[in-house]
């Protein structure tokens, strides 16, 4: 159960577009389309942005997107804004448990 | 409306025990994959167990044998019993449904603070 391995922080201007890392192993993102991420602002719960690698839930923009390329997932930002100034995380299915991402706090510059 | 309400957390000594609730409402526990994750001060989110809706539960290594997950449908509330607690099992304790299985949980409570401290 070691956690997926994400970039510590990345930052981008407003308006650029952002990729968040999310590197697994076969045992986990590569053998699963089961991942999700997660933004979260300080002092709050998480909030689920992206499930099954690139399905939105309902309320959630657009400008939120994901994929996956074997054991690596990514999130991208696009049309970057300042509320979007948080901590992501990505997490995947694997075998009847749930592993989370290191996270990432992007910084809206 | 979907809403999940943690209590139970609090001060407690290593080699202490404690029992965290979460109710739950606008949907039926015993339906969903329910889910506790938890958050050390100034650190990321780490999974600690799942019951599924048949009952089946699942536990992360750091706290297997020692905590253990259940529900009460007629009260439609979640618990997590902790026993011989550590120092590093200091966290925030969220609930979390998980509607499908797929280990993405979509509903999420207001966490509950868990200091294990002598």
């Known amino acids: 159960q070691s956690a997926l391995t994400q970039p510590a922080s990345v930052s981008g201007s407003p308006g650029q577009s952002i990729t968040i890392s999310c590197t697994g192993t076969?045992?986990?993102?590569?053998?699963?389309?089961?991942v999700s991420w997660y933004q979260q602002h300080p002092g709050k719960a998480p909030k689920l942005m992206i499930y099954?690698?690139?399905n939105r839930p309902s309320g959630v923009s657009n400008r939120f997107s994901g994929s996956k390329s074997g054991n690596t997932a990514s999130l991208t930002i696009s049309g970057l804004q300042a509320e979007d100034e948080a901590d992501y995380y990505c997490?995947?299915?694997?075998?009847?448990?749930?592993?989370f991402g290191t996270g990432t706090k992007v910084t809206v510059l | 409306e979907v809403q999940l309400v943690e209590s139970g957390g609090g001060l407690v000594q290593p080699g202490g025990s404690l029992r965290l609730s979460c109710a739950a409402s606008?949907?039926?526990?015993?339906?969903?994959?329910m889910n506790w994750v938890r958050q050390a001060p100034g650190k990321g989110l780490e999974w600690v167990s799942v019951?599924?809706?048949?009952?089946?539960?699942y536990y992360a290594d750091s706290v297997k044998g020692r905590f253990t997950i259940s529900r009460d449908n007629s009260k439609n509330t979640l618990y997590l019993q902790m026993n011989s607690l550590r120092a590093e099992d200091t966290a925030v304790y969220y609930c979390?449904?998980?509607?499908?299985?797929?280990?993405?949980?979509?509903?999420w409570g207001q966490g509950t603070l868990v200091t294990v401290s002598s």
């Open positions: 076969s045992s986990d993102v590569g053998s699963y389309n089961y």
């Open positions: 997490s995947s299915y694997t075998s009847s448990t749930t592993v």
């Open positions: 979390a449904r998980d509607p499908f299985g797929a280990s993405s949980f979509d509903y």
């Open positions: 606008g949907f039926t526990v015993n339906s969903n994959y």
């Open positions: 019951i599924y809706s048949g009952s089946s539960t």
């Open positions: 099954e690698v690139s």
